[in-house]
């Protein structure tokens, strides 16, 4: 809070809740990941790839 902080990385339903209390807003992972996409960090073929790894976990 005293960072002014406005996003933070959560996957956790618990964490997500406690972000959303704290007036914060919570990304995952698939947010991460489609916002690398989207700002050309990472191609379509990355974003395929990281989902595909993400199901077999």
Do not use: H, P
Not at 14 to 30: D, E, F, N, V, W
């Amino acid at each position: 809070m005293k960072l002014n902080i406005k996003e933070i990385l959560a996957d956790d339903k618990l964490a997500r809740m406690a972000a959303r209390i704290l007036g914060m807003r919570a990304i995952g992972y698939l947010g991460v990941v489609m916002r690398a996409y989207e700002t050309g960090i990472i191609t379509q073929s990355d974003v395929i790839d990281s989902i595909q790894k993400l199901v077999k976990a």
